[in-house]
């Protein structure tokens, strides 16, 4: 395609994803009370191969031609990344130096028990050919025990805003620990992706990399933006060259743990955990979460989507490996946080809603096994197993939360009502909200 052709079918195809995305979020927050993030989740994949390629393959091919899916992925990214900034804008460090025993239990918890989960069920999936050629039985088992240990990151931030747990110790417990959790996830594909000739040194540069940028931004880097927050007190807003120097800050910091191996979103995060608080933190999410959310993420729920094809699990066996790899990754994840959180002095409801929102996976999931397809790693059908395997464990987590903890907290007074509607925190202060 020409350029000029590129760009016509990117703007139509960004209008149906943006379209596609808020209805189902819409209809799913109305009539199921879900985060419009599950509704962009399905969204994305009613219009991959799955329905929209199934039912009507020449509009499919016509909205979504192959020549512009390297578009969609790059602008995917940084939607993810921007998100991540913002909520790493929001995270609360006393929540998590009070929490940080509790966190670093669950965490680990959270990532030995589907890790031995892995080791049990990998051989048979290996055995049923559902990982590509060149992959050996430990790299099988190393990638899903990273796939089915992850806990999604940024769903699990969007679900805790919009069930009022922004600023409350659970809700910092469980950011704090999906953080870790998810960093350890990342550590162990980067070590599968060394072992495909990469070498040793892309692991060492995965872990030395990450963790000395992590150590960077977390001590020095508050002390090297706080004249961020002097300019932003000094004009009263954020004016345009302020804007434009933290989103360049924020690029650099996209592309560091992109280059060592990890993926940007830590970028993001680490960056928005290390910005000053007040009001340039406030004006900062004013400004940028709107169009974050309405524009940028739903492209990688859509990205993703064009890769799922959820027909090629078309047999009995089939089906039955989907709901063996379903329920253990429930049980492992779910079990193994909630008895971490008790035996750290949690009570017995907030460990149990520690469980619930760790076992939601969705879109860092989608992350790593999109990653784990175009590296070879997974095949087509394994990747779609996945894909609902996500879409179900982020799909059970808000009705779950609210059965083990929410409508009990909220009938006590320890909770508010919950968030409307995700449009209405984004016109709130950031004070209220992550």
């Not at 007040?278 to 169009?291: A, H, I, T, W, Y």
């Amino acid at each position: 395609m020409s350029p000029a052709e590129l760009s016509v079918a990117f703007f139509l195809q960004m209008f149906v994803i943006v379209a596609a995305c808020r209805a189902t979020g819409w209809l799913l927050k109305r009539y199921f009370d879900q985060p419009q993030v599950i509704g962009e989740m399905i969204a994305g994949i009613l219009l991959g191969p799955s329905l929209l390629g199934l039912v009507a393959p020449d509009i499919q091919h016509l909205l979504f031609p192959n020549e512009t899916k390297s578009v969609l992925y790059v602008g995917a990214q940084l939607g993810v990344g921007l998100y991540m900034f913002l909520v790493g804008l929001g995270f609360r460090t006393d929540h998590f130096r009070l929490n940080a025993r509790s966190a670093v239990a669950v965490s680990l918890s959270g990532m030995a028990a589907p890790f031995l989960v892995a080791v049990a069920m990998t051989p048979w999936l290996f055995n049923l050919n559902l990982f590509g050629p060149q992959v050996s039985a430990f790299q099988a088992t190393l990638f899903m025990g990273a796939a089915i240990s992850i806990t999604a990151f940024p769903v699990l931030a969007r679900i805790i805003q919009e069930r009022g747990l922004s600023r409350t110790p659970l809700g910092s417990l469980s950011l704090s620990a999906g953080a870790i959790d998810d960093v350890g996830a990342w550590t162990v594909l980067a070590i599968v992706l060394a072992s495909f000739g990469g070498g040793t040194a892309v692991a060492l540069k995965a872990v030395l990399g990450g963790g000395l940028f992590a150590l960077f931004m977390l001590t020095a880097g508050p002390r090297l933006l706080a004249p961020l927050s002097r300019w932003a007190e000094r004009e009263g807003r954020i004016t345009p060259p302020l804007l434009a120097t933290i989103v360049a800050l924020f690029m650099l910091c996209a592309w560091a743990m992109d280059a060592a191996g990890l993926h940007s979103v830590f970028g993001g995060f680490l960056l928005g955990v290390a910005m000053p608080r007040g009001l340039l933190s406030r004006e900062l999410k004013n400004q940028m979460e709107p169009f974050t959310l309405a524009l940028l993420v739903p492209m990688f729920f859509t990205f993703s989507g064009l890769n799922t094809q959820l027909t090629l699990v078309n047999s009995v066996a089939l089906v039955g490996v989907a709901l063996v790899i379903l329920a253990g990754s429930i049980i492992a994840k779910g079990a193994a946080c909630w008895a971490a959180a008790r035996l750290t002095g949690q009570d017995n409801p907030t460990a149990l809603a520690v469980g619930a929102l760790m076992n939601a996976r969705g879109l860092m999931e989608l992350i790593i096994i999109n990653i784990g397809l175009q590296k070879g790693i997974i095949g087509p059908a394994l990747f779609s197993m996945l894909v609902v395997m996500a879409l179900v464990t982020t799909l059970m987590a808000s009705p779950l939360f609210e059965v083990v903890y929410g409508r009990r907290a909220r009938a006590s007074g320890a909770l508010g009502a919950l968030n409307e509607d995700q449009d209405e925190l984004a016109d709130r202060p950031a004070s209220s909200a992550i």
